[in-house]
């Protein structure tokens, strides 16, 4: 519980609470309204706690399975600090201009992005020696460009599992690709924007640095710690797979040993079985001898089988 105070005493003093003018407001946001002062509707707090809780731990786990989550805001106010955030999580953001397509049209943008890449590695390779001094610049302008949209995105091999959005009402492009690709979605919604559109709604001040800026970085957390949890259990699993080895090496070790002692006590003896060894012993049926006629003595009598 004193967590939870703490928690929303801080959203207090960043001025989460604060959404639009009551013309402007959703009906659909009632449910987080806690009440109206100055025609400006107050944001129950309690909700918005519970809701950021729900959505760090959704993260949390998504985060923890491996899976890759995409932060976006192209509000002037977000840029820089969602931005900062996505980079300190390793993570793809879009904090530019969302490219109409970026998800559902994702390999003619993974075009564009090794075309960046190929760029990038042309101009800094010795082969841009041989380029004209136009040529270059244009080249140069042409990378800047396409890094200034793409380059959150360069290492995003696969879509992501997951978007968070910054004011959903504004990236309403990025929400419709997301759903129509099955992408969970978790949203600032403030009082003018529907909950409903987003999987996980977090309802709050979507325009005021402060408000964005400790939202943002309590998601942040919760995903670096889902993927300190995903590193720690990898190393769990490697000292396991290494005692497995050694247990495994030292067993073919013993069988080796077994296998030369047994050699060396087989050494010498009759490769035949006695088993299936036939009729006179291991060495094959005793032949009897025959005397020869040169033993014969004299005087007896030819019994021998030679010519009468």
């Given at each position: 519980m004193e967590a939870n105070t703490s928690l929303q005493q801080q959203l207090l003093d960043a001025g989460v609470h604060f959404g639009h003018l009551k013309k402007k407001w959703n009906p659909k946001m009632l449910?987080?309204?806690?009440?109206?002062?100055?025609?400006?509707?107050?944001?129950?707090?309690?909700?918005?706690?519970?809701?950021?809780?729900?959505?760090?731990?959704?993260?949390?786990?998504?985060?923890?399975?491996?899976?890759?989550?995409?932060?976006?805001?192209?509000?002037?106010?977000?840029?820089?600090i969602v931005s900062e955030c996505a980079k300190r999580v390793n993570m793809p953001y879009a904090t530019e201009r969302w490219l109409g397509g970026m998800l559902t049209n994702f390999n003619t943008v993974r075009k564009s992005v090794k075309k960046m890449q190929s760029i990038d590695k042309l101009l800094n390779d010795s082969s841009a020696e041989s380029l004209t001094k136009k040529e270059r610049l244009t080249l140069g302008r042409d990378k800047d460009k396409?890094?200034?949209?793409?380059?959150?995105?360069?290492?995003?091999?696969?879509?992501?599992?997951?978007?968070?959005?910054v004011d959903i009402s504004v990236e309403h492009i990025a929400l419709a690709e997301a759903k129509r690709l099955g992408i969970v979605t978790f949203g600032?919604?403030?009082?003018?924007?529907?909950?409903?559109?987003?999987?996980?709604?977090?309802?709050?001040?979507?325009?005021?640095?402060?408000?964005?800026?400790?939202?943002?970085?309590?998601?942040?957390?919760?995903?670096?710690?889902?993927?300190?949890?995903?590193?720690?259990?990898?190393?769990?699993?490697?000292?396991?797979?290494?005692?497995?080895?050694?247990?495994?090496?030292?067993?073919?070790?013993?069988?080796?040993?077994?296998?030369?002692?047994?050699?060396?006590?087989?050494?010498?003896?009759?490769?035949?079985?006695?088993?299936?060894?036939?009729?006179?012993?291991?060495?094959?049926?005793?032949?009897?001898?025959?005397?020869?006629?040169?033993?014969?003595?004299?005087?007896a009598p030819n019994t021998g089988g030679g010519a009468r």
């Open positions: 449910p987080y309204i806690f009440a109206e002062k100055k025609g400006i509707h107050i944001i129950d707090l309690n909700k918005t706690v519970d809701h950021l809780q729900e959505s760090a731990a959704a993260l949390k786990q998504i985060a923890k399975s491996g899976k890759k989550i995409m932060f976006v805001a192209t509000k002037k106010q977000a840029k820089e396409m890094e200034k949209v793409l380059g959150g995105i360069a290492q995003m091999g696969r879509l992501p599992s997951a978007l968070f959005l600032v919604v403030d009082t003018n924007s529907d909950p409903n559109k987003v999987d996980f709604a977090i309802p709050a001040n979507d325009d005021a640095t402060k408000s964005i800026a400790i939202i943002t970085n309590y998601i942040t957390a919760a995903i670096a710690e889902g993927l300190a949890e995903r590193q720690a259990s990898k190393d769990d699993e490697d000292v396991v797979d290494d005692n497995g080895s050694e247990n495994e090496a030292r067993v073919r070790r013993l069988e080796q040993e077994a296998q030369s002692e047994g050699g060396r006590n087989r050494r010498g003896r009759s490769p035949i079985d006695p088993a299936t060894a036939p009729s006179g012993g291991p060495q094959g049926p005793v032949k009897r001898r025959v005397p020869s006629n040169n033993n014969r003595r004299p005087g």
